[in-house]
């Protein structure tokens, strides 16, 4: 996050997208009254508007926008102006046809929705940065916009375009990575495999459509590249805006939650002077408040510093198979557990649901019935909750366990041809992660390479199957100054071009973890084994198993039955000054957890206070006080040791708090 451009915005924003060009201007009145009502400080406005902004190439009409503009200053909100770059116009692509995606099968996409253009098109990089720039240079001085919003959800739809343009801006790419030495790639990609040797850079293409399995490292670099070609979009559009108005703050709404993992956002973050994030909770996930968690520490961690939860939902979402509402009190313990986790700012998409268009059945923070409605009771609720936190703002983590986080390690897991098509980064990060999250523990995460990690008791590394030589050497220095590292199967298995490290698994492990393995024996789906030594009585395993000896380290827990019974299957090494454990197989669950316990407590790390189950407990530093959020999950209340004051009441507490029924209680900790 930039130290020179700031949110000029007290307290934790509240707000959400802002469409008025939707709905008639007489409209526009009853939300600036309904806003004041609801407590909103900002709103993102003009995110899809590039059609009525410049209705031919060239012309263009601000009248609306000033309008709104002063309406929002008039009534004290302020503005988060977004150029309208998601969605170009009707005209350009009838003059730019070229410019529209094509996909991995070779079929050129139309236009009609949203983000349908090729991120390396040179029509639509002009076209979006001549908008950009008007809009710079037209309210650089406005005194409504605090921020500027570049684009909306870089990569949702359109992160990877298969044309010849998009094959041309590839190779360059290429070139520049491997300093125009063809050979070096051809090594790097392994191409004596298969017949696959490039003899000139005019033969590569993008890993379109074979009849056989691609080329892992061919796919591998062609992830990478497309999240650098879209961070091009990105930070071109942001210098615009930089040199027009250099004192407002520039943001993206990344997208960390389920279902996205196109871009690689260590690279992205430093880019932004404001870390914002896009949250949805998925329907069919039971424990949708872990995710809420686990996104929240990792943008937070991205950000290095409190960030802004720029979209999430008062209820159901338009774009699932079937769109849950939320229960009673749901809104306000994710919106809660953001703030918990970082958040400086909650917004919604959007403010007023949409009578027509394609997210029509979105929730808003207006609904559909008006203020005779549930949501919007709560909405207000929410806006009364967030004034009352407003000294949180600012303060940060007290984590002393990180989780090493990937995008490159993600994407070559779940490449095709693995020893198992089952494997899912995210949900191996999520299983380790749990644990920690139902006992209370702070959890930061980190790139494999972060140079900070001694302020960290306890390092895990659940799935790390891509490493290089460098971070390979970081997590073992780790180690070796007192640190203990707990690493997941399968972890260290490759190099940074995807090419197997030979002598036997965990490969860049072996050493700090003191175990040698000769090969892998993944689990069929519904298969499991059973696991004996010091574990909970019938410990069971699923998904993964590997043949590993000793080489230093112990066995803690060994295969039951199955094809390695008497085969350890959880160690532990002595290393240096510190503790590396391997875990050599999935747990179920309650075994996981008994292990992360065991882990945990050996490497000193408490958590940050004892609650029954069901209860999320999380604290936020600040420079004078702590604030303790404790947020009920599982609907029965409960009292928590604590003293201070309860923020949202503004209640006295001593020697305990007392946390509702599916409510909250937040408790400033003087120090």
């Given at each position: 996050?930039?130290t020179?451009?700031?949110l000029r915005?007290p307290g934790?924003?509240y707000?959400?997208d802002?469409?008025?060009e939707?709905w008639p201007?007489?409209?526009?009145?009853e939300?600036?009254r309904?806003?004041?009502?609801?407590?909103v400080t900002m709103?993102s406005?003009?995110?899809?508007?590039w059609?009525l902004?410049?209705?031919?190439?060239?012309e263009?009409?601000?009248?609306?926008?000033?309008?709104?503009?002063a309406l929002l200053?008039?009534n004290g909100?302020?503005a988060?102006?977004a150029t309208p770059?998601?969605a170009?116009?009707a005209?350009?692509?009838?003059a730019?046809s070229e410019a529209?995606?094509?996909?991995?099968d070779g079929?050129r996409l139309?236009?009609?929705?949203r983000q349908?253009?090729?991120p390396s098109s040179?029509?639509y990089?002009?076209?979006?940065?001549?908008i950009?720039?008007?809009m710079g240079?037209r309210?650089?001085?406005?005194p409504a916009?605090?921020m500027?919003?570049?684009?909306?959800?870089?990569?949702?739809?359109?992160v990877?375009?298969?044309?010849?343009?998009s094959?041309?801006?590839?190779r360059r790419w290429?070139?520049?990575?491997?300093?125009?030495?063809?050979?070096a790639?051809?090594?790097?990609?392994g191409?004596?495999?298969?017949s696959?040797?490039?003899f000139a850079?005019?033969?590569?293409?993008?890993p379109?459509v074979?009849?056989?399995a691609?080329n892992?490292?061919?796919?591998?670099?062609?992830?990478?590249?497309?999240?650098d070609?879209?961070?091009?979009l990105?930070?071109a559009?942001?210098d615009?805006?930089?040199?027009?108005?250099?004192?407002?703050?520039a943001t993206?709404?990344?997208?960390v939650?389920?279902?996205?993992?196109?871009l690689?956002?260590?690279?992205?973050?430093p880019?932004?002077d404001?870390?914002?994030n896009?949250?949805?909770?998925r329907?069919?996930?039971?424990e949708s408040?872990i995710?809420?968690?686990?996104?929240?520490d990792?943008?937070?961690?991205m950000?290095g510093s409190?960030?802004?939860?720029?979209e999430?939902s008062t209820?159901a979402?338009n774009w699932q198979p079937?769109?849950?509402s939320?229960r009673?009190?749901?809104?306000?313990r994710?919106?809660?557990a953001h703030v918990?986790h970082?958040?400086?700012?909650?917004l919604?998409f959007?403010w007023r649901?949409?009578?027509?268009g394609?997210?029509q059945?979105h929730?808003?923070?207006?609904?559909?019935?008006?203020t005779d409605?549930?949501i919007w009771q709560d909405?207000?609720?929410l806006?009364?909750?967030?004034?009352?936190l407003?000294?949180?703002r600012g303060?940060?983590?007290t984590?002393?366990?990180?989780?090493?986080?990937?995008?490159?390690?993600r994407?070559?897991?779940?490449?095709p041809s693995q020893?198992s098509?089952?494997?899912r980064?995210?949900?191996?990060?999520r299983d380790w992660?749990?644990?920690?999250w139902?006992?209370?523990?702070?959890v930061?995460?980190?790139?494999p390479?972060?140079?900070d990690l001694?302020?960290y008791?306890?390092?895990l590394a659940p799935s790390?199957?891509?490493?290089?030589?460098?971070s390979?050497a970081?997590?073992t220095?780790?180690?070796?100054?007192?640190g203990t590292?707990?690493v997941?199967f399968?972890s260290g298995a490759?190099?940074?071009?995807?090419?197997?490290?030979?002598g036997?698994?965990p490969g860049?492990?072996?050493?700090v973890?003191?175990?040698?393995?000769?090969e892998?024996?993944p689990l069929?789906?519904g298969?499991?084994v059973?696991?004996t030594g010091e574990v909970p009585?019938?410990?069971?395993?699923?998904?993964?198993?590997?043949?590993?000896?000793?080489?230093?380290a112990k066995?803690?827990?060994?295969?039951a039955?199955?094809p390695l019974?008497?085969v350890?299957?959880?160690?532990?090494h002595?290393y240096g000054?510190?503790?590396?454990?391997y875990v050599?197989?999935?747990?179920?669950?309650e075994?996981?957890?008994?292990l992360?316990?065991?882990?945990r407590?050996?490497?000193g790390?408490?958590p940050e206070?004892?609650a029954p189950?069901g209860?999320?407990?999380v604290?936020?530093?600040?420079?004078?006080?702590?604030?303790?959020f404790?947020?009920?999950?599982?609907?029965?209340?409960?009292?928590?040791p604590?003293?201070?004051?309860?923020?949202?009441t503004?209640?006295?507490v001593?020697g305990s708090?007392t946390?509702p029924?599916g409510g909250?209680?937040v408790?400033?900790?003087?120090?």
């Amino acid at each position: 996050m930039s130290t020179e451009r700031r949110l000029r915005l007290p307290g934790i924003a509240y707000g959400g997208d802002y469409n008025p060009e939707q709905w008639p201007e007489e409209v526009w009145a009853e939300d600036m009254r309904l806003m004041r009502e609801a407590g909103v400080t900002m709103v993102s406005v003009g995110i899809f508007s590039w059609a009525l902004l410049e209705p031919a190439e060239g012309e263009y009409d601000f009248s609306r926008m000033d309008k709104i503009l002063a309406l929002l200053h008039e009534n004290g909100i302020a503005a988060d102006l977004a150029t309208p770059t998601a969605a170009p116009p009707a005209w350009f692509f009838r003059a730019h046809s070229e410019a529209l995606p094509v996909d991995k099968d070779g079929r050129r996409l139309s236009y009609g929705s949203r983000q349908t253009f090729c991120p390396s098109s040179p029509a639509y990089r002009t076209a979006a940065l001549r908008i950009a720039g008007e809009m710079g240079r037209r309210y650089a001085d406005h005194p409504a916009v605090v921020m500027w919003h570049v684009h909306n959800e870089y990569g949702c739809h359109n992160v990877e375009c298969y044309c010849d343009e998009s094959a041309a801006a590839f190779r360059r790419w290429l070139r520049a990575k491997y300093r125009d030495d063809l050979n070096a790639l051809n090594h790097a990609w392994g191409t004596t495999f298969w017949s696959q040797w490039y003899f000139a850079w005019d033969e590569i293409l993008p890993p379109r459509v074979t009849g056989a399995a691609p080329n892992p490292t061919h796919q591998l670099d062609w992830r990478r590249f497309c999240s650098d070609e879209v961070l091009s979009l990105y930070t071109a559009e942001r210098d615009v805006l930089r040199r027009a108005a250099p004192g407002i703050p520039a943001t993206t709404n990344f997208m960390v939650n389920f279902s996205i993992e196109a871009l690689d956002y260590w690279r992205w973050a430093p880019e932004l002077d404001i870390v914002s994030n896009d949250h949805y909770l998925r329907s069919t996930d039971p424990e949708s408040e872990i995710d809420v968690a686990l996104c929240g520490d990792l943008v937070r961690s991205m950000a290095g510093s409190p960030w802004l939860l720029m979209e999430h939902s008062t209820g159901a979402v338009n774009w699932q198979p079937v769109n849950r509402s939320k229960r009673p009190g749901e809104m306000r313990r994710n919106a809660l557990a953001h703030v918990a986790h970082g958040a400086d700012g909650i917004l919604f998409f959007q403010w007023r649901a949409a009578k027509a268009g394609a997210e029509q059945w979105h929730s808003a923070m207006l609904p559909h019935a008006g203020t005779d409605s549930r949501i919007w009771q709560d909405v207000v609720l929410l806006g009364a909750d967030l004034r009352s936190l407003a000294e949180v703002r600012g303060s940060t983590s007290t984590a002393q366990v990180a989780i090493v986080w990937d995008w490159d390690a993600r994407w070559a897991l779940e490449l095709p041809s693995q020893p198992s098509a089952e494997l899912r980064y995210e949900d191996l990060v999520r299983d380790w992660y749990r644990p920690l999250w139902r006992a209370g523990v702070a959890v930061d995460f980190v790139r494999p390479d972060a140079s900070d990690l001694d302020r960290y008791k306890l390092l895990l590394a659940p799935s790390l199957y891509l490493v290089d030589d460098t971070s390979a050497a970081n997590l073992t220095g780790f180690v070796e100054r007192g640190g203990t590292l707990a690493v997941g199967f399968h972890s260290g298995a490759v190099d940074e071009n995807c090419h197997v490290r030979t002598g036997g698994y965990p490969g860049a492990f072996r050493e700090v973890l003191g175990v040698h393995g000769d090969e892998l024996f993944p689990l069929l789906p519904g298969q499991s084994v059973g696991l004996t030594g010091e574990v909970p009585q019938d410990a069971r395993a699923d998904l993964w198993t590997e043949r590993i000896r000793l080489t230093g380290a112990k066995a803690v827990a060994a295969y039951a039955d199955g094809p390695l019974a008497g085969v350890p299957a959880v160690t532990r090494h002595t290393y240096g000054d510190g503790t590396a454990w391997y875990v050599a197989t999935r747990p179920a669950p309650e075994t996981l957890a008994a292990l992360m316990e065991r882990i945990r407590q050996e490497s000193g790390v408490r958590p940050e206070c004892e609650a029954p189950a069901g209860i999320e407990v999380v604290r936020r530093r600040g420079t004078d006080a702590d604030y303790l959020f404790l947020i009920d999950h599982a609907g029965q209340g409960a009292e928590i040791p604590a003293d201070g004051v309860e923020l949202l009441t503004g209640k006295q507490v001593i020697g305990s708090v007392t946390v509702p029924a599916g409510g909250a209680a937040v408790v400033r900790e003087p120090r």
